[in-house]
């Protein structure tokens, strides 16, 4: 049995494109805003992988 090829954008990197020179301020929202995007991008991998093994468990070979 092959395994779906995981989705792409669960093998993205999150960066929070901070600059030398930016306030703290708005170094602190882009930081803020990359934690955002790598949380949301970790339930969406994470509910992914638990219906594909839910689905093998109860339509995989018993």
Known sequence: MRLPD???DCRS???SDVRTGDRLDVAVLKSD???????ARTVRCADWYD????GLSTDGPQ
Not at 51 to 54: F, K, M, T
């Open 6 to 8: 995981l989705p792409s």
């Open 13 to 15: 990197m999150s960066h």
């Open 33 to 39: 805003a990359a934690l955002a995007r790598q949380n």
């Open 51 to 54: 219906h594909l093994q839910e």
